[in-house]
């Protein structure tokens, strides 16, 4: 987390200072690495230092900051329109730089996970984590859990046939590898990440335009927050993971069909109250995602992974993910020019099987 900091700093800085394309693109390219090391490492991390009771929780408040991180950046993005020159896109991409800062500096006072600690026989270590995060439940418990960690340390090294993330895609786990996978990529596929990075083509299909756009954008933002507030308050460790994901489904479903179905009737304009209830969807939809998907993803793609391979398992699943993100980024504005409001369909129908493939993928894991 400290060297994916640092590569946060540089590449906004690079991409702040561009003086070209090229500059820029290598800029993103550093930051796009933080990025991907951040997601995959982060929800692993969360996950062993945290009780089992409270896990759920946990990853959940890193789905509350994504989301408010989310929202300020749209709001950024509105304040930069005001600049004038250079200065609209520069001082919206050097804002990266002070939470990574934050970051560096915060990530700095945690401390080590005690799995890890473990792996590297450094067992005495360990136990001096645990009694820091566990303290108020008493010395036997912190025993207990060092006995634990160890016994299954101990038990993957001696079952250990590669020490790489090739063990993935072995028989034995290899199911496991391509459910975290499937449900890594489908999350992608069910449309959540193109309406936030393409939201200003559909409110302008809604027939929206100029600073009106991003001022829409600024307040979309808050939906996320919202959402994952409700997440942590009535799902996280209340609900089973899989029927949080299914109902998610069949709830985003029919919320995307009415999206569809507005953009469809009302995206010629002259109808304000029509275009305007199609906005009211999309910041729907984007809260019902926070509030079924947004953390829950993360947390049942790391607990189908064996724990020994948990790092390197992210790691593929959310490679898989940006694979998706890539394709699916580059397509969509040309899909949306070319068929408008049809494009919807095709996340429509992924809802159903995003759907199915939860459900059978986890459980038959499990």
Same mark, same amino acid.
């Given at each position: 987390?400290?060297?994916?900091?640092?590569?946060?700093?540089?590449?906004?800085?690079?991409?702040?200072?561009?003086?070209?394309?090229?500059?820029?693109?290598?800029? &993103?390219? %550093?930051?796009?690495? !933080? +990025?991907?090391? *951040? @997601?995959? $490492?982060?929800?692993?991390?969360?996950?062993?230092?945290?009780?089992?009771?409270?896990?759920?929780?946990?990853?959940?408040?890193?789905?509350?900051?994504?989301?408010?991180?989310?929202?300020?950046?749209?709001?950024?993005?509105?304040?930069?329109?005001?600049?004038?020159?250079?200065?609209?896109?520069?001082?919206?991409?050097?804002?990266?730089?002070?939470?990574?800062?934050?970051?560096?500096?915060?990530?700095?006072?945690?401390?080590?996970?005690?799995?890890?600690?473990?792996?590297?026989?450094?067992?005495?270590?360990?136990?001096?984590?645990?009694?820091?995060?566990?303290?108020?439940?008493?010395?036997?418990?912190?025993?207990?859990?060092?006995?634990?960690?160890?016994?299954?340390?101990?038990?993957?090294?001696?079952?250990?046939?590669?020490?790489?993330?090739?063990?993935?895609?072995?028989? &034995?786990? %290899?199911?496991?590898? !391509? +459910?975290?996978? *499937? @449900?890594? $990529?489908?999350?992608?596929?069910?449309?959540?990440?193109?309406?936030?990075?393409?939201?200003?083509?559909?409110?302008?299909?809604?027939?929206?335009?100029?600073?009106?756009?991003?001022?829409?954008?600024?307040?979309?933002?808050?939906?996320?927050?919202?959402?994952?507030?409700?997440?942590?308050?009535?799902?996280?460790?209340?609900?089973?993971?899989?029927?949080?994901?299914?109902?998610?489904?069949?709830?985003?479903?029919?919320?995307?069909?009415?999206?569809?179905?507005?953009?469809?009737?009302?995206?010629?304009?002259?109808?304000?109250?029509?275009?305007?209830?199609?906005?009211?969807?999309?910041?729907?939809?984007?809260?019902?995602?926070?509030?079924?998907?947004?953390?829950?993803?993360?947390?049942?793609?790391?607990?189908?992974?064996?724990?020994?391979?948990?790092?390197?398992?992210?790691?593929?699943?959310?490679?898989?993910?940006?694979?998706?993100? *890539?394709?699916?980024?580059?397509?969509?504005?040309?899909?949306?020019?070319?068929?408008?409001?049809?494009?919807?369909?095709?996340?429509?129908?992924?809802?159903?099987?995003?759907?199915?493939?939860?459900?059978?993928?986890?459980?038959?894991?499990?």
């Amino acid at each position: 987390m400290t060297v994916a900091s640092l590569l946060a700093i540089l590449g906004a800085t690079i991409q702040a200072a561009s003086n070209g394309p090229g500059m820029m693109i290598a800029g &993103r390219i %550093v930051a796009g690495l !933080a +990025t991907g090391v *951040l @997601l995959s $490492t982060m929800p692993i991390y969360i996950s062993e230092i945290s009780p089992p009771e409270k896990r759920g929780m946990l990853v959940g408040v890193q789905g509350m900051i994504d989301a408010v991180g989310f929202w300020a950046a749209n709001w950024v993005g509105y304040g930069g329109s005001f600049a004038k020159g250079d200065a609209q896109w520069r001082i919206p991409l050097a804002m990266q730089i002070p939470a990574a800062v934050l970051l560096l500096i915060l990530v700095q006072f945690l401390p080590q996970s005690p799995r890890w600690l473990a792996q590297k026989n450094r067992n005495t270590e360990a136990q001096e984590v645990l009694t820091r995060l566990h303290h108020a439940k008493g010395p036997a418990f912190i025993l207990s859990e060092l006995v634990q960690i160890t016994a299954q340390v101990e038990m993957e090294a001696e079952e250990q046939k590669f020490y790489s993330m090739f063990e993935l895609f072995i028989p &034995r786990y %290899v199911r496991r590898t !391509a +459910t975290s996978m *499937l @449900l890594m $990529t489908l999350t992608q596929l069910t449309g959540a990440g193109v309406i936030q990075a393409y939201q200003g083509i559909l409110y302008a299909s809604l027939s929206f335009s100029g600073s009106t756009v991003l001022l829409i954008s600024g307040c979309y933002g808050i939906m996320g927050v919202i959402g994952q507030a409700l997440n942590l308050w009535l799902v996280a460790d209340k609900w089973p993971r899989v029927r949080t994901l299914v109902i998610g489904c069949l709830i985003l479903a029919c919320e995307l069909s009415i999206l569809m179905a507005l953009s469809a009737k009302y995206g010629h304009g002259g109808n304000l109250a029509g275009a305007s209830a199609g906005i009211a969807f999309i910041f729907i939809f984007s809260a019902s995602y926070a509030l079924f998907f947004n953390s829950t993803t993360y947390i049942v793609a790391a607990e189908v992974l064996p724990q020994h391979l948990r790092s390197y398992g992210m790691g593929v699943a959310f490679a898989s993910q940006g694979v998706t993100s *890539l394709w699916l980024g580059q397509i969509t504005p040309i899909a949306f020019a070319a068929i408008t409001w049809r494009f919807l369909c095709g996340f429509y129908w992924l809802y159903g099987c995003c759907g199915s493939g939860h459900r059978v993928g986890h459980a038959g894991d499990v």
